[in-house]
């Protein structure tokens, strides 16, 4: 087989078909791009996905007491649960690395003549590490002021910017939450929001007790 010679008449083919010639190439180029941006869209969901599971905390369990066939029936129910389950799963639970209580409730926080409606965390020092909450700035609290009590709390940045306003660093500053002053000693980084839209930053972290 002559190659030189087909490779000639080839050649001599796509001159005298230039039109032909161009849309096949450009039919090529364009199949080529779609498999590539169609893949590339492909890599980058997938991405965006284990991002947002991975804020949300990897690897997590989250156990909330059930009633009446497994429906939760009201915030009575809620309180089914007890620090010694908490206790219990530190000593039994041998393959969990760090847990904490959780008690969540919405409430009206005030500073100043500025009020938002946000949702308050009652947590242990654990939940930061369960969580993967980072300090934008301030400090976490300790188990010590978890023992005592302390009235104390890290600001996410949404309610952060509804009270003090955007660029504002609240650390040292005193809000209300029910009437009861709370210390600011952090802010939380921003994560945005979940998958369900909920805006993750809109929240207060405070010693469960």
């Known amino acids: 087989m002559n190659y030189p010679n087909l490779f000639k008449i080839a050649v ?67 309180l089914s649960m007890k620090y010694s389950d908490v206790e219990s799963l530190r000593n039994e639970a041998v393959n969990l690395t760090s847990v904490s209580p959780e008690v969540r409730v919405n409430v009206e926080v005030i500073y100043g003549n500025e009020n938002t409606q946000t949702t308050i965390h009652g947590v242990s020092e654990e939940y930061f590490t369960i969580r993967k909450l980072g300090i934008k700035s301030g400090r976490l609290f300790n188990s010590g002021e978890i023992r005592s009590m302390s009235k104390v709390c890290l600001l996410g940045q949404t309610a952060v910017d509804n009270l003090f306003g955007e660029g504002a660093d609240p650390v040292g500053m005193n809000i209300r939450i029910k009437k009861v002053p709370f210390q600011v000693i952090g802010v939380l980084k921003k994560k945005g929001e979940n998958a369900m839209g909920l805006d993750l930053d809109d929240c207060i972290i405070a010693p469960y007790t």
Do not use: D
Not at 36 to 51: D, F, N, T, V, Y
Not at 61 to 72: A, F, K, Q
């Open 12 to 78: 001599r083919a796509l001159i005298r078909n230039k039109l032909r010639a161009i849309l096949t190439m450009l039919g090529i180029v364009i199949g080529v791009a779609s498999v590539i941006a169609m893949l590339a869209i492909g890599e980058g969901s997938k991405q965006s996905i284990r991002e947002k599971m991975s804020s949300m905390g990897t690897n997590m369990i989250i156990i909330m007491p059930i009633t009446n066939g497994g429906l939760n029936i009201g915030a009575k129910s809620l």
